[in-house]
């Protein structure tokens, strides 16, 4: 089974930035929904990388999500 890792990092104003890596395709999506919605459910940004759209791709896939807590 391949690698599947879930980065957050929390920023000194209290913003969260979510990476996912090792997800083939939009399923990053489906990944983070829960912790989008216990963060409050608020996205200031999403930003899919082109690996993302890339279904074939199980190991390139990249996600960053900022939430404001």
Do not use: F, W
Not at 37 to 43: D, I, R, S, T
């Amino acid at each position: 089974m391949d690698l599947q890792e879930i980065e957050i990092t929390i920023n000194k104003k209290g913003q969260v930035e979510i990476h996912v890596r090792g997800v083939k395709g939009k399923a990053c999506l489906d990944l983070t929904q829960s912790l989008e919605a216990a963060l409050g459910g608020e996205v200031l940004l999403r930003e899919m990388t082109p690996e993302a759209l890339d279904e074939d791709n199980p190991l390139g896939n990249s996600q960053q999500l900022t939430t404001k807590s």
